[in-house]
């Protein structure tokens, strides 16, 4: 298998403007910025998505993320941010290495993420979660 784009900027191959890195997390800004400051969270080591990676690592991630998405906001004056993480090609990952973007935000900006959305039915409701609760193999409840 050919290295992902992410593989190749956290080896420097292939230019990144890193905003931080420590022996196992990076973030770097993304070069197809949705607004300005747009930075990504991946870690070091390749894995293709949440469900691939180990926990100790995704937590390492997140609180990465939070730090920098501070620092981001910080730095840009921004009022907040977007945070995004998909999961496979039909959910919108483009690149298959974990990654979470940091999406700042500006009073008046013109980005919208805010799709329809439809009152679900209770008893459909309710016939998901036991659907959910019965498949999730992890006996949460």
């Known amino acids: 298998m050919e290295e992902c784009i992410f593989c190749k900027i956290l080896k420097k191959e292939?230019?990144?403007?890193?905003?931080?890195?420590?022996?196992?997390?990076?973030?770097f800004l993304d070069n197809h910025p949705l607004n300005r400051g747009h930075t990504l969270i991946v870690p070091k080591k390749h894995y293709d998505s949440m469900m691939?990676?180990?926990?100790?690592?995704?937590?390492?991630?997140i609180v990465t993320t939070k730090k920098v998405g501070i620092q981001v906001c910080n730095a840009?004056?921004?009022a907040g941010f977007n945070l995004f993480q998909n999961n496979g090609t039909h959910a919108g990952q483009?690149?298959?290495?974990?990654?979470?973007?940091?999406?700042p935000r500006f009073k008046d900006d013109?980005?919208?993420?805010r799709p329809d959305r439809k009152q679900a039915a209770a008893e459909e409701l309710s016939a998901l979660k036991e659907k959910i609760i019965a498949g999730n193999g992890t006996g949460l409840r």
């Open 94 to 103: 483009v690149v298959p290495h974990i990654h979470f973007h940091i999406i």
């Open 14 to 27: 292939c230019p990144g403007h890193f905003v931080f890195e420590d022996d196992s997390v990076a973030g």
């Open 76 to 78: 840009l004056d921004a």
């Open 110 to 113: 013109p980005l919208r993420f």
């Open 52 to 61: 691939d990676v180990p926990d100790d690592v995704l937590s390492q991630l």
